[in-house]
């Protein structure tokens, strides 16, 4: 099921999108991180904003497994020297 959404400025109370005219209207290059299709499209920012937040949460997922291998690697045994 396609859910058809109208155009209509959340910043503007509503009214129809100025699309060019407005600062918001960005175009986004990559890769859709919920499905992994590729992506370039003009759109609203505010309308990016919950794919922008899981990207941002998938990349954050990344990059917490090597920090805690190099804790775990380097801080923790630099760490116990100190303390005899």
Known sequence: MKIE???NCPLNKFEPCKLWECAWFIQLHGKNPMTGADLDEWGCSVAWLPM???E???MKDRLV???KVL?????KPMKLRKDF
């Not at 804790?71 to 801080?75: F, H, I, P, T």
């Open 71 to 75: 804790e775990m690697k380097w801080l």
């Open 56 to 58: 941002h949460s998938q």
């Open 65 to 67: 497994l090597p920090l």
């Open 5 to 7: 959404t109208k155009m």
């Open 52 to 54: 922008l937040l899981v």
